[in-house]
């Protein structure tokens, strides 16, 4: 969040907004006031889950920064990734997920939900020969986070928008090949997998997606985030997907 002289929410800065202004020559001793977006999008303390979820999803971002009673300042933010963590804490203590651990019910098995069932299917990819201006124009295009890194076809690296934001303050020019800042291995899963342990490898490797895989870690068949989850308000089963926030 980006405050004015008296300290009052004036704009937000994102990962988006820097990594624009790299692939738009904009110097980065700039001020961000040159490249923030304003109004910043928020919320009060007690707006439901569910409500500030709608927001994020109408407006295509990521946080909402909350603001005190007054709204004259900000006192938090919340996150796709704070709302599926919510999720899979409440998921571990669930009844159902408890009784699951000790069945071997093939009932139980189906009732899971899988990568595959939340997943934002095909994953675009770009050859590590590519400049990082091309790599930039991707992501914007497909409106990704990150992009898949090939090399004569096969899995090679991932150029995230951390990535580029590194490359911007290390001041790499936007010309340099996209082998030059990915980073490898890439992290994947199986289609097939359980989301409930998708999520907790994200969450203990700190990072904020997936690719995905039919059967063959070579064949990449879409991308699996954080965000997906928390869009689809996915729970480790079924039964909590449709009305998990509104319980919580």
């Known amino acids: 969040m ?10 937000v800065v994102s990962k988006t907004d820097i ?19 304003a109004p910043p999008i928020c919320c009060a303390p007690e707006d439901s889950l569910d409500h500030v979820l709608r927001i ?3 407006k295509g971002i990521h946080r909402v920064y909350v603001l005190d009673r007054d709204q004259s300042a900000g006192t938090g933010v ?3 990734s704070d709302i599926v ?28 939900v899988r990568v595959r069932d939340v997943m934002t299917p095909s994953a675009r990819t770009v050859e ?12 914007f295009l497909h409106r990704f986070g990150a992009i898949l890194i090939t090399w004569l076809g096969h899995p090679a690296g991932v150029v995230s928008k951390t990535d580029l934001i590194l490359a911007y303050r290390h001041g790499m020019p936007a010309t340099a090949m996209a082998r030059s800042i990915m980073r490898c291995p890439v992290r994947s899963c199986d289609e097939n997998d359980e989301l409930a342990q998708a999520i907790r490898q994200m969450i203990f490797w ?27 308000r996915s729970g480790s089963c079924r039964a909590c997907m449709p009305s998990r926030i509104e319980v919580l």
């Open 19 to 37: 990594v624009s202004a790299y692939y738009a020559g904009i110097p980065i001793d700039s001020t961000v006031e040159t490249i923030m977006s």
């Open 85 to 112: 963590g919510l999720l899979y804490r409440c998921c571990r203590k669930c009844e159902r997920n408890l009784k699951r651990k000790t069945s071997s019910d093939e009932a139980d098995s189906a009732d899971l």
């Open 78 to 80: 919340i996150s796709y």
């Open 56 to 58: 994020m999803r109408e």
């Open 128 to 139: 590590e020969y590519v400049t990082l201006h091309e790599v930039i124009e991707a992501l």
């Open 206 to 232: 700190d990072i904020k997606r997936f690719f995905v895989y039919k059967g063959n870690p070579d064949e990449i068949v879409g991308v699996i985030s954080l965000t997906d989850a928390a869009q689809a």
């Open 2 to 11: 980006v405050t004015d002289r008296n300290f009052q929410p004036a704009g």
